[in-house]
């Protein structure tokens, strides 16, 4: 069953809800310009609690699915969701000394080599990183994103679809539960929440959906030049006959 969160939005007054994305974003822009760049240890860290968190409720996660599909293969579900969400998480894990490692570049010009002169690139985070994901995979497609920002030393907030309640649910109560608010923090509701999230000055924003969207996604983006990366549907026609 369903487990229960100390800090989980649960509220139906987009009033509230609203306030608390506000509040919440500030809170973690502060904390990140206060704590710097979390270590690797930390990152690793909390790329592990992720994996932790899927295997151990692993059976909820495949009950809030089913609930919201009606009828979907458990099977499936532990492959599309759970395993295709562990995978991202333990390859970040895996390579998250290479990724941070700084770059040696050629100094141009030349002749500055001589005196000394070294160039390197050093990655840095960029700091609040907002995910919006659709209902097909909800918790793959939460978590890969999770994986990245992770990695690269981001917090997140997360905006999951609202036509899966159950599992959107469930996935804030989780990260409620394995996660400070300043780590990441979770944001359900409807359209008008979804509007909202997109027009939050993150330092960057991930969409995962409908072309359509995407498009009012880009332009809200754009009043805060938040840069986007998005993932659009609608590219794959199918011809269906009986």
Request: proline share 6%; aromatic share 6%; charged share 20%.
């Amino acid at each position: 069953g369903l487990i229960l969160g100390k800090r989980t939005m649960q509220h139906t007054d987009s009033a509230a809800v609203l306030e608390r994305m506000n509040r919440v974003l500030a809170m973690q822009k502060r904390a990140n310009a206060a704590k710097g760049p979390p270590s690797a240890a930390l990152r690793r860290d909390r790329l592990t609690r992720c994996v932790s968190m899927l295997l151990t409720h692993q059976d909820d996660l495949v009950e809030a699915i089913q609930s919201d599909f009606g009828a979907r293969s458990r099977d499936m579900t532990l492959l599309t969701d759970i395993a295709a969400a562990i995978g991202p998480l333990k390859q970040a894990r895996a390579e998250l000394e290479r990724w941070m490692a700084p770059q040696k570049r050629k100094v141009t010009p030349a002749a500055l080599g001589l005196l000394g002169a070294k160039a390197e690139v050093r990655y840095q985070p960029k700091g609040v990183v907002g995910v919006m994901t659709p209902w097909n995979f909800p918790v793959q497609l939460a978590l890969d994103a999770i994986a990245g920002a992770f990695a690269a030393g981001n917090s997140v907030m997360l905006k999951p679809s609202e036509f899966t309640p159950t599992t959107s649910a469930l996935l804030a109560q989780l990260l409620d539960l394995y996660f400070d608010e300043d780590e990441v923090a979770v944001f359900l509701g409807g359209p008008s929440i979804g509007a909202a999230f997109s027009g939050l000055p993150f330092d960057h924003l991930i969409f995962t959906g409908a072309t359509s969207v995407g498009r009012h996604v880009m332009r809200a983006a754009a009043d805060n030049l938040v840069p986007v990366t998005l993932e659009l549907g609608g590219k794959s026609p199918v011809v269906m006959s009986r």
